[in-house]
């Protein structure tokens, strides 16, 4: 079998995976779907790592798979096809590795559920979309991608339907979604009007030929690569989550959370730091879309990492780190430094899939428990837990000491901030400066929020113990208890249904089939970096992307990020040592602290706590602006003036002229005659005055 079957069966299997447990799941049962769901994943996880090999090692060149024509309407050309490039090979190892893991993790996680065979459908569904999505060699079928990751996302979010909550929150990741697609579709709409075609293999070498090219548009001249490129990116800024589209992140936890690993740490969000860095040839075009890039990116990676300093839920202080970490990519490809944008997303993938599915790891073995308040001392109770959890804590940091090493984080991120000042440097990218100085005042709070939750979580004193605020069945899972969960907002998230036991349960650790996948992560958070660093970023940086992303002729971002300054190179630790003093100061050696500040509120904390009111200012402007607006039209426009004045209006009037005419039909003679006699005497007087005129 050639290497092109082999892609080809490894992109389509988790679809043949998702149509046999969705379609006859409830004939195969729960153990048979469940086996042939991770089985094909584990196949297309095994082929990825083979094609990332080859191409890493073993100097594999790129080429495309073209399986059928998908729509041809004359000019408008799309085939069904799979593109093997480095990108696309980078996104297939982390699609597939993170998804298989997280599949065999819900074997655990999901044990007690009624509905396995439609959970691992949907999972196997996502995965292809996004598979779809990577390897796809014109917009159409990224497209098509992009909007299947909606869907699957819709459908897994808002898995547990019965649960308000859960509903609410996969309609609000669908619609503010829909809004990011809108833009990402006249981007597509734009592309196709200026160069004829949507096929990437066509179309980026004829973009340097249309560098200039200008718009008219309400009498002024406006770039049209900027356009085009500015217009996709606000797809990307629906699909990873980006400030002013971030709203429906957090809300996403109401989801599984294998949910949430599988969503947010290495596939969906990521779909847009990836198709920038894939369209790179347009942006290194569109100077000014790139510098709106990298300012919406820096904003990011700052608003996220200031609201999860104060958020008490373990999952959705992840939920942010998820965000200000995509902000960090994004911004690195702002100021062109594409490969280290793709270098921290590889790296992410693992850290932070770890620490999801860590923080599931902990909320199961809490009965159900997330708010952090209500932890405290697990490090005993959950030994491998808190071992996996450190891990992806040090990744995600970013600790390490320069010119010797650390985790992976250390790698990718210090690489990220150092590549936005020498774009600075080098007038490469006016926003540099901003990004780097937000880059390092971001991997501060990072430092402090994310060892936070270890304290809060791991270390701090018990208070489970205290309180007894569990008194769920010893034998009910953490997925069968999140379906009774109150709203996230309450951050109150632990089960109130008591059945039959009463008093504290001892938290325990997890089985072995949600541990393995951990400590599988845990060797890509620890190694990925070194091991990886010299082909992303380093001496076989150009042999390894091999054309796949696109720098210009003034572009040496990268280049020179290696040569930055030594105060550059140590502010990154200076601030992360920073950050997590204050962490050991405020939730170790001050303990109790931290709850006597959020105690007292201030303005501050509740800014930061409600997360920059960004949901309440939406929910007033859209909203309830939505309902004034339409009941405007509807009172007044429709009831008051079109009805009014129209078929309500003449009624009226006829029921009026009707209602006068009708005193006239009394029945009495005595009235008619009268009235004949009063008209007569006028007909009379009419007639004398017409006679004497």
């Not at 999860?308 to 200000?324: E, F, H, M, P, W």
């Not at 632990?494 to 089939?513: C, F, I, M, Q, T």
């Not at 959020?598 to 859209?622: M, P, Q, S, T, V």
Request: proline share 4%; hydrophobic share 55%; aromatic share 16%.
């Amino acid at each position: 079998m050639n290497l092109e079957t082999l892609v080809t069966l490894g992109v389509l299997a988790p679809l043949l995976g998702a149509a046999i447990a969705g379609l006859t799941g409830r004939r195969i049962g729960d153990v048979a779907s469940q086996a042939v769901t991770t089985g094909l994943l584990f196949f297309s996880c095994v082929v990825a790592w083979i094609v990332f090999a080859q191409w890493t090692w073993g100097h594999l060149e790129p080429f495309t798979v073209t399986l059928a024509p998908f729509i041809h309407v004359g000019d408008f050309v799309s085939n069904w096809s799979i593109r093997i490039d480095a990108l696309s090979a980078v996104m297939l190892v982390v699609v597939t590795t993170v998804s298989s893991l997280v599949h065999l993790y819900s074997w655990g996680y999901m044990a007690e559920d009624p509905d396995k065979p439609r959970f691992f459908a949907y999972l196997s569904l996502f995965t292809f979309a996004m598979l779809a999505l990577v390897t796809a060699a014109d917009f159409m079928q990224l497209f098509f991608g992009w909007e299947g990751v909606g869907l699957a996302s819709y459908l897994l979010i808002g898995f547990w339907y019965k649960k308000a909550t859960a509903s609410a929150a996969a309609i609000k990741a669908f619609v503010v979604n829909r809004v990011g697609d809108f833009g990402f579709a006249l981007g597509i709409f734009t592309v196709f009007w200026m160069f004829g075609t949507i096929q990437f293999a066509e179309l980026f070498p004829m973009i340097a030929d249309r560098a200039g090219t200008g718009w008219e548009f309400i009498g002024r001249t406006w770039s049209a690569l900027d356009l085009a490129a500015f217009l996709l990116f606000i797809g990307a800024m629906g699909k990873s989550a980006q400030f002013f589209l971030h709203t429906w992140l957090p809300d996403a936890m109401e989801g599984p959370t294998p949910v949430s690993a599988l969503i947010h740490a290495a596939t969906m969000v990521t779909a847009g730091v990836y198709m920038v860095c894939l369209l790179s040839p347009l942006f290194e075009y569109a100077p000014v879309a790139s510098q709106i890039v990298a300012l919406i990116g820096a904003v990011t990676a700052l608003f996220a990492a200031t609201v999860g300093l104060a958020q008490n839920d373990i999952k959705r202080v992840i939920a942010y780190s998820t965000c200000s970490q995509l902000g960090y990519m994004f911004f690195a490809a702002g100021v062109g430094a594409y490969e280290a944008a793709m270098f921290h997303l590889f790296t992410h993938a693992f850290f932070k899939a770890l620490l999801f599915l860590g923080a599931g790891s902990v909320i199961h073995g809490m009965h159900h428990e997330q708010d952090m308040r209500q932890m405290g001392g697990l490090a005993k109770l959950l030994p491998v837990t808190y071992a996996v959890m450190m891990i992806g804590t040090i990744a995600i940091t970013g600790l390490g000491i320069p010119g010797i090493g650390g985790f992976a984080g250390f790698y990718s991120k210090d690489i990220v901030i150092e590549s936005a000042f020498a774009a600075a440097a080098s007038n490469h990218s006016p926003m540099g400066l901003f990004a780097f100085f937000v880059g390092i005042f971001a991997a501060g709070l990072t430092a402090y929020y994310s060892w936070r939750l270890v304290f809060m979580t791991f270390h701090n004193k018990p208070v489970w113990k205290e309180e007894g605020a569990h008194h769920a069945d010893d034998h009910a899972t953490a997925a069968q208890l999140e379906t009774h969960s109150e709203p996230l907002e309450h951050d109150h998230a632990h089960d109130d249904h008591a059945h039959g036991h009463h008093g504290p349960l001892k938290p325990h650790e997890s089985p072995l089939v949600m541990l393995v996948p951990l400590l599988v992560l845990s060797v890509g958070a620890i190694a990925a970096g070194f091991l990886f660093e010299p082909f992303f970023t380093g001496h076989h940086e150009n042999e390894f992307w091999r054309g796949a992303i696109f720098n210009g002729p003034a572009n040496h971002v990268v280049h020179d990020a290696h040569g930055v300054p030594t105060w550059v190179v140590w502010s990154p630790l200076v601030l992360t040592l920073i950050g997590t003093a204050f962490a050991v100061w405020i939730y170790l050696v001050k303990e109790g602290m931290a709850r006597r500040m959020a105690e007292r509120g201030g303005l501050l904390h509740r800014f930061l706590y409600n997360k920059w009111w960004f949901d309440e200012a939406y929910d007033f402007i859209f909203v309830r602006g939505a309902k004034a607006l339409g009941d405007l039209f509807w009172k007044v426009g429709d009831v008051k003036i079109i009805d009014g004045g129209g078929p309500n209006g003449f009624a009226w009037l006829s029921r009026k002229f009707a209602g006068g005419l009708g005193r006239f039909q009394s029945g009495y003679v005595y009235f008619y005659a009268f009235v004949m006699l009063i008209g007569l005497c006028l007909f009379l007087a009419f007639a004398i005055s017409a006679w004497g005129a």
